[in-house]
């Protein structure tokens, strides 16, 4: 048997970005503890961590190398990730002085602080192992893709920018901070949040394995693959019920349609991309195949993915999906779906059919890596 190639997805959400950070940490933890390698992180599991927006900040985070000594293979555990949130969230959504609806509503320089002491004078090509993050430019209209100057053959963006410029570019969301100048190499980019194509890069970093001709595999399908894709949070149907309701969008304008077309545009994205996603590989429980019809079973594909994105409930009460509420209280909140989804069954089997195949998947022979 073969080693699969591994991919990591994580969605675009703002401070929601803590419900990922801490399922992974959770993972993580049970790789380090299930494989006795007190040292392992994330990036010894994936082949390719893809991320939008705070999915490619954390991206970034886990793929950052150690330092020289350092024991650890990577610079940080998924469990600081965490506490950044916790931490710092305020830092990040600093409150523009020029209030209304014609100014982005936060700052950049919380972001920037922020990135500078984590990052340094890190690059692309320092990471550990290949990476996606989304990001989009305004000067050529065109999605980009930041990724291991090692793929430079088969992508576009062949320049080896710094890691704070990558994680200011990706979550520059529009109407909330401002688009993210930079020059590099005498050509000038203004970069947005990718989120605005891909707030789910799933099939992006898909994609960018079959377009890869060196380190990994010629020719594979996704029966090769094991993919797993973390979300932000989401509503629940309870919740969505009239939440758009006709009689007050119908005359609305332009301004008044921002805030939520932003939503709309994000969630809907996040979905379609989970149903494709999911109609590639077998029908892994009861929801799928009932989603994808009688011939979903005969599936002769035999890849493993699965897509985590938990409920904005604690209990009967729903916790706001706001992704620029880094209030103590809010955190604390989106914190708890995310432990409260790794307590239930279901959290429990799925966490458990991730780390059980990783583990059987790094036992395996590995292929060249970077």
Request: glycine share 6%; proline share 4%; hydrophobic share 35%.
């Amino acid at each position: 048997m073969s080693r699969k190639l591994t991919v990591l997805s994580i969605d675009g959400g703002g401070i929601r970005g803590i419900i990922p950070a801490v399922i992974l940490a959770k993972i993580e933890n049970d790789l380090r503890e299930r494989s006795g390698d007190s040292h392992t992180t994330l990036a010894d599991y994936f082949d390719l961590i893809a991320g939008t927006s705070i999915g490619g900040v954390l991206t970034c985070y886990y793929l950052l190398p150690p330092q020289e000594g350092q024991a650890l293979h990577s610079r940080y555990t998924a469990s600081e990730a965490v506490k950044i949130f916790e931490e710092r969230g305020k830092e990040i959504f600093s409150r523009n002085s020029r209030k209304g609806w014609l100014k982005v509503r936060y700052k950049a320089h919380g972001r920037e602080k922020i990135f500078e002491e984590i990052f340094g004078d890190a690059r692309l090509n320092d990471l550990t192992n290949r990476c996606l993050i989304t990001a989009y430019d305004l000067n050529t209209q065109e999605a980009i893709f930041f990724t291991h100057p090692k793929d430079r053959e088969v992508n576009k963006n062949k320049r080896d920018f710094y890691l704070k410029d990558v994680a200011m570019a990706t979550s520059a969301a529009p109407t909330y901070f401002p688009p993210v100048k930079l020059s590099v190499d005498n050509e000038a980019f203004v970069f947005i949040d990718g989120g605005v194509f891909a707030n789910n890069p799933t099939l992006c970093a898909l994609t960018e394995f079959y377009k890869l001709k060196t380190g990994i595999r010629q020719h594979f399908t996704t029966n090769d693959l094991i993919v797993v894709s973390i979300g932000t949070g989401e509503k629940n149907e309870r919740e969505k019920e009239g939440e758009y309701d006709y009689e007050k969008l119908k005359n609305k304008g332009k301004i008044r349609w921002a805030e939520p077309v932003v939503d709309i545009m994000l969630s809907a994205s996040e979905r379609v991309v989970h149903t494709q996603v999911e109609a590639l590989f077998p029908p892994q429980n009861d929801e799928a195949i009932k989603r994808h019809g009688i011939l979903a079973p005969y599936s002769p594909i035999k890849g493993f993915y699965r897509r985590i994105d938990p409920y904005l409930t604690l209990g009967d009460d729903f916790v706001s999906d706001r992704m620029d509420d880094a209030s103590p209280e809010h955190v604390r909140q989106l914190k708890s779906v995310a432990e409260r989804y790794l307590e239930s069954d279901k959290g429990k089997k799925e966490v458990k059919e991730i780390t059980d195949k990783l583990l059987e998947n790094n036992q395996l022979i590995t292929p060249k890596r970077l």
